[in-house]
């Protein structure tokens, strides 16, 4: 009898079984069988597979059944995979699920055998993220559409981009020419910075979507706003001339209150992202305001809010901004316990806004895995592999009910990383362990690290940078 190898799933499905069946090499035919079995229903997913599963496969082969079929009584996204020697046979509740589906297959394929085995999943949360943050230090669109692939390989549906903050101003905006004629040549590292076109932003959606990620925007207003203040000093308090800024102090920049200028500006963003959006939420920052007092905060924060609704979009505010009347359907995210947080609780159980889950100690990517790791860091935490495996999301944020969750985002801030390669050093193993935790997958460390050593060894084969984390015994 031969022990079957172990399967290297990440996330980890909801049910699998046991697999004592034979197993056969990938074919070619395999390949395009699946593809045309999804074509008319899941084309996205035809697409990736014909992708991703050929690099695995030998040519040829003997015809294959495959059977792939819309299961509309599964749970959303969700998705069942039984593979037996010539025969396949996939369901999906929907075309996310087929393409997860795909995603999950390349996993079990990658080494290009098909063992029996059956499975199923389906996410426990409909917003599983990764923010990049293109302010600080600039990623342009080559970066952004590698950080896609990487984000849906593990089965996440969203990118948060940060387009501005104080060093840098990252996104196009016609109406108003001197943000990126003035505000976007300079980067915390001493660099050239860079900005995406909206032809970028168009381009950088499509390519998103065709993956099942949606991105969504960040212009963080009103702190983290001395860039768009260097192109126009009218929408600043006092109204003077600024130079660039490339330190990484945060919290001392706000536009005026109250000005017509400041907030014609603000209109000018909202009205740009909103149009060029192909998904439903704008992200408008709200944090680290650390010049106003609370009071006007939640003022500007109302009134913020209701520019959003006035353009048709749909909000997400850091989670400074709970305890501000908000339009429903606003989404909070929760990033820290180190500031006041007592209105979360409260708002999360009389106003119909909802969370997602980035708390800086479990799910910040940058900060370092260890005191002596090179980059990253340390405000929050040290977290190594298994802080960002082991943690609970409705029980990180202080008094929201489980059905108040509706996500978990992975958050790389871009102080520290000067290269891709940085990059994924700081996401990998950490950005598997926050999509196992976005997928509710069953909680065990010790399989879940065995996986990881095996996707460490094609990480290795792709060339892809990884931190090897001494809670992973490698291959
Ligand atoms: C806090 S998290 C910030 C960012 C920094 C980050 C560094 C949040 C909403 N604001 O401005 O980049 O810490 O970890």
Not at 64 to 87: H, K, M, Q, Y
Not at 124 to 136: F, K, N, V
Not at 247 to 258: A, C, D, N, P
Not at 316 to 323: D, H, I, K, R
Request: aromatic residues 10%.
């Amino acid at each position: 009898m031969t022990i079957p190898a172990p399967l290297s799933l990440i996330p980890a499905p909801q049910t699998l079984s046991p697999r004592t069946g034979p197993s056969e090499p990938l074919t070619a035919s395999h390949v395009e069988a699946l593809a045309s079995a999804l074509d008319a229903w899941a084309p996205r997913a035809a697409a990736a597979a014909r992708r991703t599963l050929s690099r695995s496969a030998a040519p040829g082969g003997a015809e294959a059944t495959v059977r792939a079929t819309l299961d509309e009584t599964l749970a959303a996204e969700g998705f069942t995979i039984a593979l037996a020697p010539g025969s396949w046979t996939l369901t999906a509740a929907d075309e996310a699920g087929a393409f997860w589906a795909v995603q999950t297959l390349a996993q079990i394929l990658r080494d290009g055998v098909v063992p029996t085995v059956e499975l199923s999943d389906a996410p426990t949360y409909p917003w599983r993220g990764m923010m990049l943050d293109i302010a600080r230090f600039y990623f342009g669109p080559e970066d952004i559409r590698r950080v896609v692939d990487l984000a849906a390989s593990y089965r996440l549906n969203t990118l948060h981009l940060h387009l501005s903050d104080d060093q840098g101003w990252r996104l196009e905006i016609p109406s108003r020419p001197l943000l990126t004629k003035l505000s976007s040549a300079q980067d915390v590292a001493g660099g050239q910075g860079g900005y995406l076109t909206l032809e970028d932003y168009a381009d950088l959606q499509r390519y998103a979507l065709d993956r099942h990620v949606v991105i969504v925007p960040e212009v963080d207003l009103p702190g983290h706003t001395h860039a768009a203040q260097v192109a126009y000093p009218e929408i600043s308090p006092d109204g003077a001339e600024r130079e660039p800024y490339t330190g990484t102090e945060v919290g001392f920049s706000s536009l005026h209150l109250t000005s017509d200028e400041a907030w014609g500006f603000v209109d000018d963003i909202v009205a740009t992202l909103a149009e060029h959006t192909l998904g439903e939420y704008v992200h408008l920052g709200g944090d680290e305001s650390l010049t106003l007092t609370r009071e006007q905060y939640v003022t500007y924060m109302e009134r913020l809010g209701a520019v959003a609704a006035a353009h048709g979009t749909k909000a997400v505010f850091w989670q400074e901004a709970a305890g501000a009347a908000l339009p429903p359907e606003t989404l909070l995210q929760y990033w820290t316990s180190q500031i006041e947080t007592d209105h979360i609780a409260q708002v999360a159980r009389e106003q119909d806004v909802r969370f997602i889950a980035s708390p800086g100690h479990r799910a910040y990517l940058d900060q370092k895995y260890t005191a002596d790791f090179p980059l990253g860091l340390t405000w929050a935490a040290l977290i190594d592999v298994e802080d960002a495996y082991g943690w609970d999301p409705v029980t990180e944020l202080p008094g929201v009910p489980a059905e108040s969750v509706v996500g978990v985002e992975a958050c790389l801030w871009t102080e520290t990383p000067r290269s891709f390669d940085d990059l994924t050093t700081l996401v990998l193993p950490r950005l598997p362990a926050l999509a196992s935790v976005a997928w509710g997958s069953p909680k065990d460390y010790a399989t879940f690290s065995a996986a990881l050593a095996q996707h460490g060894r094609w990480w290795d084969a792709d060339g892809i940078a990884f931190y090897r984390s001494t809670q992973v015994d490698w291959v």
